[in-house]
């Protein structure tokens, strides 16, 4: 089969298309015939060389897709040949064929493309798991999400305003945030031009939001802890601005504030069935009502994976970026 391989460790032009082993199933696994997949931030730190693939896990770059079942291994029940799914994976996702633990496999959302289905997994579990099954954000609260209109901002605005949070965002120039508007978002921050905590004490009468979803990290830190109404949770998923900061703590502690960090690629194959499941009870709805849609900036052939990694670290993209084999 055809799949992207890292030639050695660098810049986008590293990406190559070359004709690879077929993967082999486990006794808990099913083989699928990849329709799309999608570009993460995560591969561009893996093709970098930064980020080490989980033991296990195939070696190739991807981390879902959506497909059809070729076969089914021995212990896997629910799926058959033919059906069509979208997934989680650890990795594998940019080649023609990927093996896939059953309990990383979703249906198609009622009323979702083929095609469009794999631009789900990664954002639904990454965003469920974090703010909604850890933080517990709920209903009548307020969320804050930086890079608002990444992949995963433009996925949490949408479930979030289904669920009936208040939903503040971030985003880095003002076509950007209309479009986090037009998804749904009540409070729009250009954060170059203005400074977001202030925004948020103004706009939430000097109280602050409840959940704050983070891809900046050590610069960050401080900002939000200041941003955090009492009771308030931070969920970091990512350091794009920097790893190390200091703090000032006494507002943790006169708030009562939570600071949580946590990735979705190195969890137990248990964990993340578990994740799969809640994803699918409770944010599937959510799309089959058309109420959470794909955000897609652009479908390219798997062999210009290099051109979509280059479009993904230029950030002029708005939602996800797909990659069809
Ligand atoms: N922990 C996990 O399990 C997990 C899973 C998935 C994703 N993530 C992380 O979540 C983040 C979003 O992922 P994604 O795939 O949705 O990425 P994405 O679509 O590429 O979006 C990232 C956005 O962040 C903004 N940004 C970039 N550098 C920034 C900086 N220094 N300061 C502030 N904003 C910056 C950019 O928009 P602006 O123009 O608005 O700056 C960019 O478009 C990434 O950090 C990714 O690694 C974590």
């Known amino acids: 089969m055809k799949a992207i391989v890292i030639t050695s460790p660098g810049g986008a032009e590293v990406l190559k298309i070359q004709e690879v082993e077929e993967p082999q199933i486990g006794e808990d696994e099913v083989l699928v015939k990849v329709e799309a997949t999608a570009v993460n931030r995560a591969d561009t730190l893996q093709r970098q060389g930064g980020y080490p693939v989980p033991q296990g896990a195939s070696p190739y770059l991807g981390l879902e897709c959506s497909g059809t079942i070729l076969s089914v291994g021995k212990n896997v029940t629910g799926w058959k040949i033919g059906d069509q799914v979208c997934a989680l994976l650890s990795g594998g996702g940019y080649a023609e064929k990927v093996a896939i ?9 009622h009323g979702v493309s083929l095609k469009d289905a794999a ?14 099954m850890t933080s517990k954000l709920s209903s009548g609260e307020t969320f804050l999400i930086h890079g608002g209109s990444s992949g995963i901002g433009t996925f949490a605005i949408q479930i979030a305003k289904y669920l009936g949070v208040k939903v503040f965002v971030t985003a880095g120039n003002e076509e950007k945030l209309a479009v986090c508007k037009v998804l749904g978002a009540d409070v729009c ?18 109280k602050g939001v ?4 983070d891809n900046v990290g050590g610069p960050y830190l401080q900002k939000n802890l200041d941003s955090l109404n009492i009771d308030g949770r931070l969920f970091i998923i990512g350091f794009m601005g920097g790893v190390s900061t200091q703090v000032n703590l006494v507002s943790m502690l006169a708030k009562r504030l939570t600071v949580q960090a946590a ?7 248990e964990n993340k069935a578990l994740i799969v499941s809640e994803v699918q009870k409770n944010v599937w709805p959510a799309i089959a009502a058309g109420k959470v849609k794909p955000v897609v ?16 670290e230029s950030s002029i993209h708005i939602g996800k970026i797909m990659l069809v084999p």
């Open 210 to 213: 409840d959940v704050i979803l």
């Open 189 to 206: 921050i250009n954060y170059k031009t203005e400074d977001f905590v202030a925004r948020v004490k103004e706009e939430t009468g000097g």
């Open 101 to 109: 633990p059953a309990g990383q496999l979703l249906p198609i959302p």
């Open 263 to 269: 990735g979705l690629r190195g969890r137990s194959l």
């Open 297 to 312: 900036y652009k479908y390219l052939p798997l062999a210009d994976a290099a051109e979509a990694h280059s479009i993904m």
């Open 119 to 132: 631009s789900f997994p990664e954002v639904a579990c990454t965003v469920w798991s974090t703010v909604f």
